[in-house]
């Protein structure tokens, strides 16, 4: 906070025909006087403001790397494939079928005799069966860690008072 004074001179003279008292410009209080000549001082207050550096700070991060398991449950289809041979007449091609887990593709095949009839030679089933297996699988965790390190500075001359 900077005080600045402001100095000046006030003429005061007593009017005694109309019995007024002269008043002061500076406090506005009525001040009894004959012809004087009084100074008058003002203060006047103003604010100023300036970055002052109080401390510094470092922030620095470290990266922990650990090994771990993981556990899952891996699901793993298998298809057994068999022909089951039929070789019966049929009026027309059979369309698959599934039954429960079984697929069955049914293989017509025309056959030139007298007459033309389909002869139902074979089937090949699809089996589908499903197992589950429990598997450790070792993988790369990394994790960061901030340290932050306050320094204290006791004064550091700003910017304005190292350029007088």
Do not use: F, Y
Request: net charge negative; hydrophobic share 40%.
């Amino acid at each position: 906070m900077a005080v600045h004074k402001v100095a000046g001179w006030l003429n005061l003279w007593n009017d005694a025909e109309s019995g007024s008292l002269p008043v002061s410009k500076t406090t506005g209080v009525a001040m009894r006087t004959n012809n004087e000549t009084v100074q008058i001082i003002e203060e006047t207050a103003t604010v100023e403001k300036r970055d002052v550096v109080t401390g510094r700070v470092r922030v620095s991060t470290k990266t922990q790397v650990s090994e771990e398991l993981l556990n899952s449950e891996l699901a793993r289809q298998d298809v057994s494939v068999s022909r089951v041979p039929i070789n019966r007449d049929v009026e027309a091609a059979p369309a698959i079928r599934i039954e429960g887990d079984l697929t069955i593709i049914p293989v017509v095949e025309e056959v030139l005799v007298v007459e033309k009839r389909l002869v139902l030679r074979e089937e090949i089933h699809i089996r589908q069966t499903t197992s589950t297996q429990s598997v450790e699988i070792p993988v790369t965790l990394r994790k960061q860690h901030a340290a932050i390190e306050r320094d204290d500075v006791t004064e550091i001359p700003s910017k304005e008072e190292s350029d007088q």
